[in-house]
C-alpha cells in the first residue's frame, strides 16, 4: 500500500502517535523515515478535528439549554392560562352543562377542605411536614360526618370535564 493510503485509513490518534514513534530511532532519536511530517500534519488534523467536534457539541448543548428553557417558560404559560380558562368557564357556566358539535363541558362535583384559618384546627388534624399543616382528608372525613372542626370548612367546587 502506499504511505498516503496507510496514514488515511488510520482511525485514532493512538495509531498516529504509534507510526510516528517508528518513524524515530528509540535509541539515538533521530528521525529514521521521512514519512513523519506527513504524519504530524495527519495528527493535526486529527486533533484539529476533534476540537471542532467538541466546539460543535458545546454550541449544541448551550442550544438545547436554551430551548429546555423556552419550552418550560412556554409551558408554565400555557399551564397559567389553562387555569384561568377554566376558571373563568366555571364562573360562567356556573355548573350547567354546555355542548356543541366540537365539544361537551359538564361538571363533576368534589369536596376539598379549605382551611381558612391554621391556627384554629386542632393539633391532631396536623400533619408534620416541614412545617405543620393541616390533615385535610381527616378534616373532611369529619366535616362530612357532620361534626365541626375550628379553623375549617367545607366548600363546594365544580370542576369542569372537557371530552
Known amino acids: 500500500k502506499m504511505f498516503r493510503e496507510i496514514v488515511n485509513e488510520m482511525a485514532n490518534l493512538y495509531e498516529i502517535n504509534q507510526a510516528i514513534m517508528a518513524c524515530v530511532d528509540s ?10 511530517s506527513d504524519l504530524l500534519m495527519e495528527k493535526e488534523q486529527k486533533l484539529e478535528n476533534i476540537a471542532l467536534w467538541i466546539k460543535n457539541l458545546q454550541a449544541d448543548v448551550q442550544m438545547f439549554k436554551a430551548e429546555k428553557e423556552s ?4 409551558q408554565k404559560a400555557a399551564e397559567k392560562k389553562l387555569t384561568s380558562l377554566m376558571q373563568y368557564l366555571t364562573d360562567n357556566l356556573k355548573g350547567e352543562k354546555f355542548s356543541t358539535g366540537k365539544c361537551a363541558v359538564s361538571f363533576r362535583k368534589s369536596d376539598r377542605v379549605e382551611v381558612y384559618n391554621d391556627a384554629l384546627v386542632p393539633k391532631k388534624f396536623l400533619t408534620k411536614k416541614v412545617t405543620f399543616a393541616p390533615d385535610k382528608d381527616a378534616i373532611k372525613a369529619l366535616l362530612k360526618s357532620g361534626q365541626k372542626v375550628n379553623g375549617c370548612r367545607l366548600v363546594e367546587k365544580l ?5
Open 27 to 36: 535509541e539515538t532519536g533521530e528521525i529514521i523515515d521521512d514519512r513523519i
Open 71 to 74: 419550552f418550560e417558560k412556554r
Open 159 to 163: 370542576n369542569p370535564q372537557i371530552k
